[in-house]
Structures are given as C-alpha cells and as structure tokens.
C-alpha cells in the first residue's frame, strides 16, 4: 500500500453514502420534488417529514393547480383556506400524505367546493338587498332558484371526485358540463335585473363565485396537463391500450411472425443454431 494513504473502512464508507442521502434529499426537496403516486418508499419519507417541508410541499403543489386558472390568485387563497389547519400536527403526532390534502385530486375537489361554499354565501348576503321595484323581487327569486340549482351542480361535482385519478379523468367530460351550467345560472341571475345600481351590486357580489367556479372549469379543462406536471403518466390513465397494440398487421407482417418464416429467419442461420421440430426427449 503506497505510503500516506489510509484505508477505506466501513464506517467511512457508510458516513459518505449517508451524507449523498442528506444532499440529494435537499437537492429535491427544494426542488419540489413530488410523487403523487404515494408509493410506499414515499409515505415513509412523508411520515417523518418535518412541518416546514410539508408546507412547503402544499405550498407548491398549490401553485401547480392554481397556474391553469384566470384568477390564479383567488384559486391560492381559496385552496389556502381549504387547507388551513392541516399543516402542522400536533408533536409526535405522525402526518399522512392524505391529511395534508396535497393530491392534485383532492384539491381539484377542493376548488370546486370553494365555489359552492362561496355561491350558499352569496344567498344569505343577498338577503339584505332592498329592492324598489317588484321587476327587482322578482328578479332576485329567480336568482335564489338559479343559487340553488347551482350549488347543486356544485355539490355533485365535488362529490363525483372519488377512487383513482383514473376516475377522475374519465369524469372530465361530466364535470365541465356540471361547472359550465353552474356560470350559466350565475350570469343568467346577473341578466334578470334591470340595469342600475342592484344590478351592480350582484354582479359584485357574484364575482368571487364567477372566479372560483371559471377556476375550476379550467382546471378540468387542463387535467391532463395539470395530471403531468405532477408525474402522473398520461398512458397509465388510458382506458384503452395504446396504438402500437391497436395496429392491425397486414398478411406479409403477420407471416414474420408464423412458426416456419421464424425457423427459416437469416439470424439463426446465421448463428448455426440447430432447429429440432417437436418435443425434446
């Protein structure tokens, strides 16, 4: 052994794989490193997570949702509120993937809820409306039909989103046809009062519910892309099997694959490989 050079032992070895571990652990934690797929190895390190990573895990996983929306803004704060409480656990208490709420699917259902929490909320602040003309009245009982029907959209949309992501995007069809008839009735409210001042007034009122509810309709509309950026393969979603497998083989690419033009193929001939017809003894 060459003079000045000490050997390598164990615990040496040992201590540098443990500090690449710690590096490359940071390296993606700042990086917002994310499998939404929750594998085993995943929900250990998720356990033991400290408070601050497991904010900032939501924090991000946030701003991954909101980024496809008009209002990106009131999508965080409602997304925020809707996540209020679930970040910090109480000490040695050990946090779950699930309690945080940080799946893109859960917190699609999130955003959707908002918007009905938001439109039952614009019911009752409409109560203190005063109204001057009976077209006004009448108006604003047809808007408290139109807030019904909406929440009730609203309800069966965030109720839908259950079981798999795969389940999810199959829904995407129903659920944008659920939130575009949820702005129908919300603008249709708006139309039914005659132009002036409470006219203005619900409109105002209306434009968080406006926000959340076209929020939530773009979210759908991008889910696949939204799906992606999270790293969840678009062809692990697929109900059908892919085009490769779907190919229909034509007579002379179906011959290559027959027992004789196999047993006659240039690269076992080639490799003098001997071909016995049967079963060997």
């Given at each position: 052994m060459a003079e000045g050079r000490r050997p390598i032992t164990i615990a040496t070895l040992t201590s540098l794989v443990l500090a690449a571990v710690v590096v490359a652990e940071a390296i993606a934690a700042d990086h917002g490193g994310y499998n939404p797929t929750f594998s085993a190895k995943t929900n250990d390190k998720w356990v033991h997570a400290s408070p601050l990573k497991q904010i900032s895990y939501l924090e991000k996983a946030i701003k991954v949702v909101c980024s496809s929306t008009?209002?990106?803004?009131?999508?965080?704060?409602?997304?925020?509120?809707?996540?209020?409480g679930q970040k910090a656990h109480p000490k040695g208490q050990k946090a779950h993937p699930k309690d945080h709420k940080a799946h893109p699917k859960d917190l699609v259902k999130m955003a959707i809820k908002a918007a009905g929490d938001e439109v039952s909320a614009v019911m009752k602040r409409t109560e203190m409306f005063k109204f001057k003309s009976d077209e006004e009245k009448g108006a604003l009982e047809d808007c408290k039909k139109l807030f019904y029907d909406a929440t009730e959209e609203l309800n069966i949309s965030a109720s839908s989103i259950v079981g798999d992501v795969k389940e999810l995007t199959s829904k995407s069809s129903d659920?944008?046809?659920?939130?575009?008839?949820?702005?129908s009735y919300l603008e249709t409210c708006v139309d039914g009062f005659p132009h002036g001042k409470i006219k203005a007034d619900m409109k105002k009122a209306l434009k968080t519910a406006n926000e959340l509810t076209s929020n939530s309709l773009a979210i759908i509309s991008n889910l696949s892309s939204l799906l992606s950026t999270f790293g969840i393969r678009r062809h692990?979603?697929?109900?059908?099997?892919?085009?490769?497998?779907d190919k229909d083989f034509n007579r002379t690419e179906a011959e290559k694959f027959t027992v004789g033009?196999?047993?006659?193929?240039?690269?076992?001939?080639?490799?003098?490989?001997?071909?016995?017809?049967?079963?060997?003894g």
């Amino acid at each position: 052994m060459a003079e000045g050079r000490r050997p390598i032992t164990i615990a040496t070895l040992t201590s540098l794989v443990l500090a690449a571990v710690v590096v490359a652990e940071a390296i993606a934690a700042d990086h917002g490193g994310y499998n939404p797929t929750f594998s085993a190895k995943t929900n250990d390190k998720w356990v033991h997570a400290s408070p601050l990573k497991q904010i900032s895990y939501l924090e991000k996983a946030i701003k991954v949702v909101c980024s496809s929306t008009d209002y990106p803004e009131t999508c965080k704060r409602a997304l925020e509120m809707a996540t209020k409480g679930q970040k910090a656990h109480p000490k040695g208490q050990k946090a779950h993937p699930k309690d945080h709420k940080a799946h893109p699917k859960d917190l699609v259902k999130m955003a959707i809820k908002a918007a009905g929490d938001e439109v039952s909320a614009v019911m009752k602040r409409t109560e203190m409306f005063k109204f001057k003309s009976d077209e006004e009245k009448g108006a604003l009982e047809d808007c408290k039909k139109l807030f019904y029907d909406a929440t009730e959209e609203l309800n069966i949309s965030a109720s839908s989103i259950v079981g798999d992501v795969k389940e999810l995007t199959s829904k995407s069809s129903d659920l944008n046809n659920w939130l575009s008839a949820v702005r129908s009735y919300l603008e249709t409210c708006v139309d039914g009062f005659p132009h002036g001042k409470i006219k203005a007034d619900m409109k105002k009122a209306l434009k968080t519910a406006n926000e959340l509810t076209s929020n939530s309709l773009a979210i759908i509309s991008n889910l696949s892309s939204l799906l992606s950026t999270f790293g969840i393969r678009r062809h692990l979603l697929a109900e059908k099997p892919s085009r490769a497998l779907d190919k229909d083989f034509n007579r002379t690419e179906a011959e290559k694959f027959t027992v004789g033009t196999f047993l006659e193929a240039d690269w076992i001939k080639a490799a003098n490989v001997p071909v016995h017809i049967g079963l060997s003894g």
